[in-house]
């Protein structure tokens, strides 16, 4: 390794993540469909020539994706071996979950960066499109058993074969989508930012030559594994275990186990899923790039300071079985891997609560709720709502949990209100803070939220992908549990709960019938009688917890004027703690 | 009744209220400083105005950039707010667009201007598409605006969802809270933003409501003080697009001088450069905590739809678009655990501030690495507040946290902070410009506020622009922009149709009307205006996208019509969409999402060359000494001069120091400046 100027390093670093960042705006702004363009569900980076690492990803793009960019560029690497034809202006397309990572929503597009004939780099775009095919609109199908139900399985292909696009492919993807405008503008997308990155990357190795930057580039990944093995350095030593669990898979109702054991020595760490449960028949599966992308994104929620790069995974082993729900392989559905992954973060927080308790948060909401309603208009052209849906995030050392944010995996927003309902025949009747959803302690969970909506076509199908029906997000120091999901709709004899709780598939909504969906809030962060009685007055004040919880959960007492009697109160808690 | 002859320009600041004082009849201007009265900026802002002109009523026109509003926003204190909004809606304001504030770590939270026991429903509905589902009942809307007065509410924000798509509802519920409301704190979403998105047009009438108490109590109190001191002209406002307006437009619309002052700096800028032949600038204001800079292109500002403000307060209107990074003369610099060397975006602010300060941070800072290279003048601090810089301590921490790790000395380490700095800057202004398709070499560099003229000049080889400028008096750029700004009106209304069937005339109609408004309310301000321009944007995309582009309308209105027909339309967004993408879509439908209006009223500029030094001077007079300065790995003897002194076309090559009350300007060794016919400095590449 030559000795680089720490200076002109730091200037590269900077310079190589905005050419990431600007990948990612392009696509935002261009493309078609909101998962894109407002949730931001895409991400976009720098790979390595030969082992498809990552070098620099954006820093806007979804979180998740910078675990998981790499395995897909593996596997255009490895695809390339077996042929042997890349060459300068080629790109690949795919959407292979088992090899890249992820679900089918997400198509990759790889294109090898060239510099003077020599393979420099990749550059990749991974974007959720709309709709790929499959059983369900929007591809949430919480009643798949095999991938080939979720939507079109497309492998490592060339799109562009020495910059001449393969019309025939285009067709191939528009023929099996149900939105295939949409899958045009967001390919065309993810096209555009390509283009953009090939260009800034040729301006800056003109600028600083291309053996200063692949230097510049090795030694970024030296840095942030000897980063995150300081941050290791810094737990102290032992083993910490935590486990948790999934409502179902969707067919069966049963609970599926995340189990991780947590083994920390010096600056290593290793992570072992043994305890988990087997693959299950449904698609909360995932492979185990996506496993590992996950456990990732947690650790960067706690020590913030890591950079997207693959040196910091160095100092962390992983431990999946061959035949683990978090290590599947084809045609095992993965569709719903947002649920699984999220119940992995989940437990990642719960263990460095253990290890490193100044700097855990308790559970977020824990689920993403892709929701989906589709049907006909009169004129007979076909619509397709789909969105995710927000929660609370955990109580922390700092303070309260936020109230309705997004989910960890991501930095989506929703779509307004109003852009669905010019958008599609709905009328939403509720859009609301979800009372006492948040979990108690001495920092409460953020709430959840409560989202009903009314039907204005005629008929519509219902499809509801969710988690934490069962099993609500914990909390953290003696934190206390939030509120589970809670779906209620509306048929001809009344209101009903899906068998699967928080999952369910083609539920026959009609006109003036309405769907009611509760998230959960975030767990809470230490003992409720270290909560401040002037926030418990607050929080009485604003609604965000009933008097009824107050006196039950936070064991207060409440004159008639509403006010938190502290007298009573202390009396109150020694009659209970003896 | 005397002759109102004074044109002045008034910034208040946070530490200075920065005049700019135009004699129309003498031709002669000057500038003033003054210390701020952060407790009631009224009384600073009269005894600035004093300090230039002894009879108030020879005052023709008083033009302020205020912060009022920025800092009630910024540090929450605003008026007690009350919401009346549809039943089932009344935490819009505070669920946001389910976002977080930072992207990595889930500790953040939020607290809405308007608390949840301040926001109340209503039964009324509106559908998408106007229809009225539910009529508004003002009986249930007194009894919800009664209540919030119960609840200490001082204003009033009515925010109906959809009421972008038909105002009826909010419009009967306006009046029915008029009946029992005490003052005119009264904002309907439909007024205030007629546009699509309910939290964006919500937020933005809150926080509308949430200033109105203090911005109006502030303008009002201002305007009886002058008017008690004899002033009998017009007092007008910077809005955050760059335009002015009325006083009374800026008590009902405070929130449109959220970014008041930076945005007339912007202006100023603009006007300026566009004197001295440089046309496109790319203006960098540095400061304790941050940078900010901002785009010209053409003459013209570029501005951006909608800020926040702070996580989670969105304000939707037009604004100067000021991008800001964490780098500031404050921010700190450090050795992360992987070794690599980081600036900001930590900072020490201005208390306790840099090491040099001596006021008690031993971490270094930007400024910190300026003084030990010896581009600060340690013997005479910029604002007056510290009688000496304490250079040794500076250098000491300079060396324990950053030259140790990476085994360099004091000096080579600052040399590295500031590189990193420079980098950090030069990744804004990329940001802005190359990044958007503008071409550097196009580019001038203009530093306004105290710091940015030390690294302007690394700046613009870093990123490859042309030359840098630096206007005659850097520290009261923001009071010479109130001076040259025009009047500005925008409007804004949802349209949500396409290219192909939208009612071709009744768009002709909204333009019409728009324009005709925009122009009566210049009409009725009294001001003095050379002319009148309207600018007609739409927000277009192909059907399905949900982000638009703004495409202007090359049409103006003649006879009544604007004469706009559906050709012009597809034209102007194709052109548009394929600068901005590259390539246009085939067989997709083009969607129309709103119309904006611009109406724009030039005021009368004055002669830049007023401001020009003095003849007389020279070179060699202006010389004050010399001083070691670090550049490049190694020591320079830099000439200093009095800036001010320094004749026309005099020629400065580097290394050079160039000191002035309020800025220090480091020319680099390989660099030259020239003061050319207005007394700016141009900054060039020696040949």
Not at chain 1, 105 to 128: I, M, Q, T, W
Request: charged share 20%.
């Amino acid at each position: 390794m030559p000795d680089i100027d720490p200076v002109t390093l730091a200037v590269l670093k900077g310079r190589l993540e905005q050419i990431a960042d600007e990948m990612d705006a392009t696509l935002f702004r261009s493309a078609f469909n909101p998962i894109i363009a407002e949730a931001h569900d895409a991400s976009h980076g720098l790979y390595h020539r030969d082992t498809g690492a990552t070098l620099v990803q954006g820093k806007s793009g979804l979180p998740i994706f910078v675990g998981v960019m790499a395995f897909a560029v593996r596997a255009v690497i490895n695809k390339a071996a077996k042929d042997g034809d890349m060459e300068d202006g080629d790109v690949y397309i795919f959407n292979d979950p088992y090899e890249g990572g992820t679900h089918l929503s997400d198509f990759k597009l790889v294109r090898p960066f060239y510099r003077n004939g020599e393979l420099f780099c990749y550059l990749a775009s991974v974007g959720h499109w709309h709709d790929v095919g499959g059983n369900v609109p929007g591809n949430y199908n919480p009643s798949a058993t095999e991938s080939f139900q979720e939507g079109m399985h497309i492998p490592p292909v060339k799109l562009f074969r020495k910059g001449v696009l393969n019309q025939d492919i285009v067709d191939i993807l528009q023929t099996n989508s149900r939105l295939p405008g949409s899958l045009y503008g967001d390919l065309n997308g993810q096209v555009n930012a390509l283009d953009l990155g090939s260009n800034r990357l040729s301006q800056l190795l003109d600028e600083y030559g291309a053996k200063l930057v692949e230097d510049c580039v090795e030694e970024l990944t030296v840095r942030a594994e000897k980063l995150m093995r300081s941050n290791i350095e810094s737990i102290p030593d032992g083993q910490y275990s935590y486990e948790d669990f999934l409502d179902n898979d969707g067919i069966v109702d049963e609970p599926l186990k995340i189990a991780l054991d947590v083994t920390i020595r010096g600056d290593e760490m290793t992570l072992d899923f043994s305890r988990t449960s087997p693959a299950c028949a449904g698609p909360v599966n995932i492979s185990e790039s996506t496993t590992v992308a996950s456990c990732y994104v947690a650790l960067k929620h706690v020590f913030t300071d890591v950079p997207a790069n693959a040196g910091v995974l160095g100092p962390i082993k992983f431990i999946i079985p061959d035949g683990s729900l978090l290590k599947v392989k084809a045609p095992k559905p993965v569709g719903g891997y947002t649920e699984t992954i999220l119940r992995v973060i989940d437990v990642m927080f719960s263990v460095m609560a253990q290890a490193a308790p100044e700097r855990t948060n308790a559970h977020a909401y824990g689920t993403i709720n892709a929701l989906s309603l589709a049907g006909h208009r009169q004129d007979g052209r076909r619509w397709v709502m789909f969105s995710f849906f927000g929660g609370g995030h955990g109580g922390n050392p700092k303070g309260d949990g936020l109230n309705h944010g997004n989910a960890p995996i991501s930095t989506a927003t929703i779509p307004p209100v109003e852009i669905l309902e010019a958008a599609y025949p709905v009328m939403f009747t509720k859009w609301a803070l979800r009372q006492d959803s948040g979990g108690a302690g001495k920092h409460r969970g953020g709430l959840g939220a409560q989202y009903e909506l009314e039907l204005l076509e005629k008929n519509a199908d219902v499809f509801l992908f969710g988690e934490r029906g069962k099993y609500c997000p914990k909390g953290v120091f003696e934190g206390g549990e939030a509120l589970p999901t809670v779906f209620t709709y509306e048929q001809d004899d009344g209101k009903h709960h899906p068998a699967m709780v928080s999952k369910m598939v083609n539920m026959k909504l009609k006109q003036g019938q309405k769907i009611l969906l509760e998230t959960p809030g975030g767990g809470g962060y230490g003992r409720i009688e270290e909560r401040k009685l002037s926030s418990i007055q607050r929080d009485l004040d604003l609604g965000y917890i009933s008097p009824d919880a107050a006196e039950k959960t936070y064991r207060v007492a409440i004159d008639a004027n509403g006010k938190v009697d502290a007298d009573k109160t202390a009396t109150l808690r020694q009659e209970a703690a003896q | 009744m005397s002759a109102r002859n004074f044109v002045i320009g008034v910034d208040v600041g946070g530490t200075f209220t920065d005049l700019f004082f135009l004699d129309e009849k003498s031709g002669r201007a000057f500038t003033r400083k003054t210390p701020s009265t952060p407790s009631n900026q009224a009384v600073g802002f009269l005894e600035g105005i004093s300090s230039g002109v002894d009879d108030l009523s020879t005052i023709a026109t008083v033009i302020h950039g205020t912060t009022v509003g920025t800092n009630a926003l910024l540090e929450r204190k605003g008026a007690k707010a009350g919401v009346i909004t549809t039943k089932g809606f009344r935490d819009v304001l505070e669920m946001r667009r389910r976002d977080r504030p930072e992207t990595w770590g889930l500790w953040g939270s939020f607290d809405p201007v308007v608390a949840r026991d301040r926001r109340v429903e209503v039964s009324e509905r509106t559908l998408a598409d106007g229809q009225i589902h539910t009529k508004v009942d003002p009986e249930e809307v007194k009894q919800a605006a009664k209540l919030l007065l119960e609840r200490g509410a001082e204003s009033i924000c009515i925010f109906f969802i959809n009421a972008y798509a038909n105002a009826e509802n909010e419009q009967v519920a306006l009046a029915a809270v008029k009946d029992v409301w005490p003052n005119d704190y009264i904002n309907a979403s439909s007024d205030i933003l007629p546009e699509i998105r309910e939290f964006e047009r919500a937020s933005t009438t809150a926080l509308n409501a949430y200033l109105q108490p203090p911005v109006g109590k502030y303008l009002k109190n201002l305007d009886n003080s002058l008017s008690d001191g004899g002033f009998a002209g017009q007092l007008l406002i910077v809005q955050s697009n760059g335009g002015v307006m009325t006083v009374d437009t800026a008590q009902k619309l405070p929130v449109r001088t959220a970014l008041s002052g930076p945005a007339a700096g912007v202006i100023a800028g603009a006007y300026i450069a566009e004197n001295a032949g440089f046309p496109n600038i790319i203006t960098c204001d540095m400061g304790g905590t941050s940078f900010d800079v901002s785009l010209v292109a053409g003459g013209e500002a570029a501005l951006a739809a909608q800020t926040s403000i702070d996580f989670g307060m969105v304000v939707r209107t037009p604004m100067i678009e000021i991008t800001t990074i964490g780098a500031g003369g404050g921010s700190i610099a450090s050795i992360d655990a992987g070794g690599m060397l980081q600036v900001g975006p930590e900072s020490a602010g201005s208390d306790p501030g840099p090491v040099c300060y001596g006021l008690g941070n031993t971490r270094p800072t930007v400024t910190d690495a300026n003084v030990v290279l010896g581009r600060i003048n340690a013997d005479r601090p910029i604002g007056g507040k510290l009688a000496r810089l304490d250079v040794a301590a500076a250098e000491a921490a300079l060396e324990e946290h950053i030259g140790k790790p990476l085994g360099l000395s004091a000096v080579q380490a600052a040399e590295a902070v500031i590189r990193v700095a420079n980098s950090r800057m030069a990744g804004a202004i990329r940001l802005v410009s190359i990044e958007r398709g503008f071409d550097p070499e196009q580019f001038v560099a203009m530093p306004f506020g105290g710091g940015g003229s030390l690294h302007t000049g690394a700046l613009i080889k870093e990123v490859g622009l042309a030359n840098a400028l630096v206007p005659r008096y850097p520290g009261v750029t923001s009071a010479l922009g109130c001076v040259i700004a025009d009047m500005r009106h925008d409007f804004v209304h949802t349209l949500n149709d396409m290219v192909d069937s939208i009612d071709i005339s009744s768009l002709d109609d909204e333009m019409v009307r728009t324009d005709t408004e925009g122009r009566r309310l210049l009409d009725e301000s009294g001001v003095t205006l050379d002319e009148l321009t309207t600018v007609f944007e739409l927000d277009m995309s192909y059907l399905g996208q949900t982000h638009t582009v703004p495409v202007a309308i090359p049409v103006t209105v003649s006879n009544k019509t604007t004469g706009v027909t559906r050709e012009i339309l597809r034209q102007a967004f194709e052109a548009q969409y394929e600068k901005t993408y590259g390539r246009l879509l085939s067989g997709i439908g083009i969607r129309i999402l709103n119309l904006r209006t611009s109406v724009i009223g030039k005021r009368p500029k004055f002669d830049l060359s007023l401001l020009a030094p003095d003849d007389g001077g020279s070179i060699e007079a202006s010389r004050t000494g010399e001083r070691n300065v670090f550049v490049d790995g190694e020591w320079h003897k830099a000439a200093i001069f009095d800036r001010l002194s320094l004749p026309i076309d005099a020629e400065i090559p580097g290394p050079a120091l160039l000191e002035q009350p309020d800025t220090t300007i480091f020319i680099d060794p390989d660099l030259y400046g020239k003061v050319d016919r207005f007394g700016n400095i141009v900054i060039s590449r020696k040949a």
